[in-house]
């Protein structure tokens, strides 16, 4: 069994920055796909970012949200940077027992508890 334990989450002010983390624990996550998605209050799940070997984005994100991942500590890190009142969200870390990255939250096996970001205007 996998455990993923999100942090790094709290309240930043538009264009500020946060980098979220995401521990695993229970097995070695190499050649899985992990990724990182969100969901607002009254809002669906939706896909932030995921990677196997590099990192895949929505649109909303790309070019001011960076995934990573450090194998030795078996983290995958999300760095958030320009952020806007919009990306306010809990944001959760999932993992898949796959090498595609895929951006249906569906497709997941493993997800962590969530960590809350809060971007004031």
């Known amino acids: 069994q996998v455990q993923l334990v999100e942090s790094g989450g709290g309240l930043v002010q538009a264009g500020g920055s946060l980098r979220l983390s995401c521990v695993a624990s229970?097995?070695?996550?190499?050649?899985?796909?992990m990724g990182w998605f969100r969901q607002a209050p009254g809002k669906e799940r939706e896909f932030v970012a995921a990677m196997v070997w590099s990192g895949v984005y929505a649109d909303s994100v790309r070019g001011r949200f960076t995934i990573s991942r450090d194998s030795a500590k078996n983290t995958l890190y999300l760095q958030m940077n320009s952020l806007k009142p919009e990306d306010t969200a809990v944001y959760y870390c999932?993992?898949?027992?796959?090498?595609?990255?895929?951006?249906?939250?569906?497709?997941?096996?493993?997800w962590g508890q969530g960590t809350r970001v809060t971007v004031s205007s």
């Open positions: 229970g097995r070695t996550l190499s050649g899985y796909a």
């Open positions: 999932a993992a898949r027992q796959s090498t595609i990255p895929t951006q249906r939250h569906q497709a997941y096996d493993y």
